[in-house]
Nanobody
Framework: QVQLVESGGGLVQAGGSLRLSCAAS????????MGWSRQAPGKQRELVAA???????NYADSVKGRFTISRDNAKNTVYLQMNSLKPEDTAVYYC????????????WGQGTQVTVSS
């Protein structure tokens, strides 16, 4: 069984910063891509940022230049550094990981709330 546990969410004022972490544990053969998505009330879940096992990254246009995704493969952990936060960044943030070698599967964390006040 694989678990993804997120941490680092909270309440911050507009313009502030937060750093989210997500650690994978359990029966892990190989972690491929990892990423962060978010879901605001009444909206669909959207991909925020993703990173491949080789370190290639991609971002949603709305967060480019403000958010940075990174990973520590030795710790099976992915991070999301969020700077210059805006009220519209308020959402539940979920991490995800694609795990496996010949057969892969996506795993999701339980989510962490990020609230940005104006």
């Amino acid at each position: 069984q694989v678990q993804l546990v997120e941490s680092g969410g909270g309440l911050v004022q507009a313009g502030g910063s937060l750093r989210l972490s997500c650690a994978a544990s359990g029966s892990i053969s190989s972690i491929n891509a990892m990423g962060w998505s978010r879901q605001a009330p009444g909206k669909q879940r959207e991909l925020v940022a993703a990173i491949t096992s080789g370190g290639r990254t991609n971002y949603a246009d709305s967060v480019k230049g403000r958010f940075t995704i990174s990973r520590d493969n030795a710790k099976n952990t992915v991070y999301l550094q969020m700077n210059s936060l805006k009220p519209e960044d308020t959402a539940v943030y979920y991490c995800a990981a694609n795990i496996g070698m010949l057969a892969t599967r996506d795993y999701w964390g339980q989510g962490t709330q990020v609230t940005v006040s104006s």
